[in-house]
Every structure is written in structure tokens, then in C-alpha cells.
């Protein structure tokens, strides 16, 4: 069992309470965000009670909008200003969302889940708009399907920045590696 959390680790778990309540969010909205169970959020939250995984810590500062770098070594006030500049241009990739929306699935699924819509990143909205059209994918497997994928892409590639910061790392290029041989056999032979 691991011993308690160090000062560091308290201090890092009360910039993001701070900057959690500052969002506006709940404890439940921010188990959501980051895909923590709800017990971790809550230790996390009051006052720091439990050490903080750097997966973890990664989690958070992505459901925050801020590189893991700066949650830990950037002052709270610092974050803070960044963090009300970030809410004001969040709401524009959403927006525009919404706007761009022309299937029927795409807005319905939008009304029922407006906390994962803003979530998306610009990229991803490109990605789901992309995918419209009569007949298209989103009408064939449906925009649930869909950004569930997206949703899973965005979790993997966390995990991979989380290991890809640890001892890890040649084992997960390795693999990587690997993998994108078998996706690309024919790069080498142009």
C-alpha cells in the first residue's frame, strides 16, 4: 500500500479543486470528464487525500484543457486566468457543432448528451460532421456508435501519453511499432 500523499501531492490535489470549482463543476460532472471512479474524484477533491498516479494527473489536466506540465508547475492564479479564457472559447467549437448539425440523429443526440458534446474536441467535431449526409455512416451505424469511437480514440491516446511518460516507454514504441507495420506493409516498398 502506498503511504500518504506528499505535500507536492497535496498541494497538486487542491490547484484541482480549485480549478474544478472554478469550471463549475460537481463531483459527479468531473468523474465524468476525466473517466475516474467517483470515489478516486472525491479523494482528490477534499484536500488531497489520496497520491495522484500520473495517469491520473493526466486525466484531470485533460478534463481541465491544460497540459500535465502546467497543472503541476504553473501557479493557480496563472491556470485560473487560463482556465476563464478557455470557458469563453470552448463554447465556440460547440457552437458550431450545433450549427453545422444537419442530420436529424446528429441533433437529437446532441439535445440528450449536451455534457459529451463539449467534451469534443474541434478536431472531433470535424471528424462527426464529416460523417453526415443521407444515407451516410452516422445514419447507417448511428452517431452514438460513432462517437463512442471517438471517445475511445481520445481515451487511448491519454493512456499512451500517461505510459509514454514512464519506464515504459521503449516497450510501448516497440509496439507501437509493431502494430503500425502490419497497418502500413507496403510503406517500405515504394
Not at 73 to 91: F, H, K, M, V
Not at 108 to 113: D, G, H, S, V
Not at 135 to 161: A, D, S
Request: proline letters at 5%; glycine letters at 6%.
Amino acid at each position: 500500500m502506498r503511504g500518504p500523499p506528499s505535500p507536492e501531492q497535496i498541494e497538486l490535489a487542491e490547484k484541482i479543486a480549485r480549478l474544478v470549482e472554478e469550471r463549475g463543476w460537481n463531483q459527479e460532472d468531473f468523474a465524468r470528464y476525466t473517466d475516474l471512479n467517483r470515489q478516486t474524484v472525491r479523494q482528490i477533491l477534499l484536500h488531497g487525500r489520496r497520491r495522484l498516479r500520473n495517469a491520473t494527473i493526466c486525466r484531470c489536466a485533460k478534463a481541465l484543457g491544460l497540459h500535465v506540465n502546467d497543472l503541476r508547475t504553473q501557479p493557480l492564479e496563472r491556470l485560473l486566468s487560463r482556465i476563464n479564457g478557455q470557458a469563453a472559447a470552448a463554447d465556440k467549437p460547440v457552437r458550431r457543432l450545433y450549427e453545422q448539425a444537419t442530420q436529424p440523429e446528429l441533433l437529437a443526440w446532441l439535445e440528450r448528451n449536451p455534457e459529451r458534446a463539449a467534451q469534443l474536441t474541434p478536431a472531433e467535431i470535424d471528424e462527426l460532421l464529416s460523417l453526415q449526409g443521407t444515407g451516410g455512416p452516422l445514419t447507417r451505424h448511428g452517431v452514438e456508435h460513432y462517437v463512442t469511437l471517438i471517445e475511445r480514440k481520445r481515451r487511448l491516446i491519454e493512456q499512451i501519453q500517461s505510459i509514454a511518460g514512464t519506464e515504459f516507454f521503449e516497450l510501448l514504441e516497440k509496439l507501437v511499432g509493431l502494430i503500425h507495420e502490419k497497418v502500413q506493409p507496403y510503406a517500405d516498398r515504394r
